[in-house]
């Protein structure tokens, strides 16, 4: 019976990231991929403006 309660752990692991995985996965894409993109690319170009605003300034 050890090796049963030496498995069990792993094996729990195992199944608990491949569901994480398979969430993942999923979630990627589908109808609100458009509304994540953009707010991603918002918020690139915030810090983007931000750099170059405070490049300009150090001059």
Known sequence: ???????????????????????????????NKAKEDAAVDAALARVEGTKQASVRGDV
Do not use: C, E, H, N
């Open 1 to 31: 019976m050890d090796y049963v309660s030496a498995l069990v752990p792993p094996v729990v692991m195992a199944v608990f990231f491949i569901g994480v995985i398979r969430v993942i996965v999923k979630t990627q894409g589908g109808a």
